[in-house]
């Protein structure tokens, strides 16, 4: 009898606790790239990108280098749908691939802006109203070069632990405020001495946007302290714990 229980105890403890326990799929993401400003070698930093957000398998991407394809039905094929590009004029489906980016939004799906992204579909309401701030067309950022990127929330669950770092960046200094934001992180600017969002949130009903101004390039990109923000915004609009 005391053999056959320490048997059945043995058993049970190779059973799952729970089904709660079991690994979690990779979050699907869809990096959209393709157009933007000519200093923005957007070719270089996808990949980039991709890895940062790969990094530790809690991300799977596919990059896809035609914004065109935000107006049709693939984007609701994924978790996650990344902004990587500016474009300068209309897409041909500009209208659908809006509305497309605010139903996302509101099947509770999630949106990442990455740096210039603040201003792709230049003054459309419904995309600025996703991005919760926009660039305002006339200031653009500080010479390139190191700055502090100082962590504003530190209890929000993106930059918890996170802490003050220095980056290589373009500081951006040109947003304009769309509507409410809740900001992460700052760096004060050396052109204009402000201190400047460098990430915040934006919640659209059930939906979640991480916006970081940060991500210039893949020297960017690749600072270990902001690689780590962007990977956690992402997780976090994706409904996963950071």
């Not at 990127?149 to 996170?162: K, R, S, Y």
């Not at 003050?164 to 951006?172: I, N, P, Q, V």
Request: charged letters at 25%; hydrophobic letters at 45%; aromatic letters at 6%.
């Amino acid at each position: 009898m005391h053999y056959a229980m320490l048997a059945l105890l043995a058993a049970a403890s190779l059973i799952p606790a729970s089904v709660d326990e079991a690994p979690k799929a990779p979050v699907k993401v869809l990096l959209v790239t393709g157009v933007d400003h000519p200093a923005h070698e957007w070719k270089k930093s996808a990949p980039a990108l991709r890895d940062v957000l790969e990094d530790g398998g809690r991300c799977a991407v596919r990059i896809v280098e035609d914004p065109e394809v935000l107006g049709t039905d693939v984007v609701f094929d994924y978790d996650v749908v990344v902004i990587h590009f500016r474009n300068d004029k209309p897409l041909a489906r500009d209208r659908q691939a809006r509305a497309n980016l605010t139903k996302l939004a509101d099947q509770g799906r999630g949106l990442v802006l990455i740096h210039f992204a603040c201003g792709a579909f230049g003054g459309s309401a419904d995309y600025e109203e996703l991005a919760g701030m926009v660039w305002d067309g006339k200031n653009t950022h500080d010479p390139r070069g190191a700055f502090t990127v100082h962590v504003v929330d530190a209890g929000h669950p993106i930059t918890a632990g996170l802490g003050d770092f220095t980056t290589d960046d373009e500081l951006y200094i040109g947003l304009e405020e769309r509507r409410p934001v809740h900001v992460l992180a700052s760096a004060q600017s050396k052109v204009t001495g402000r201190d400047h969002p460098m990430a915040f949130t934006v919640e659209q009903g059930p939906g979640r946007v991480f916006h970081s101004a940060l991500g210039h390039d893949a020297r960017a990109l690749q600072v270990p302290a902001a690689a780590e923000l962007i990977r956690r915004g992402t997780l976090w609009t994706a409904g996963r714990t950071p």
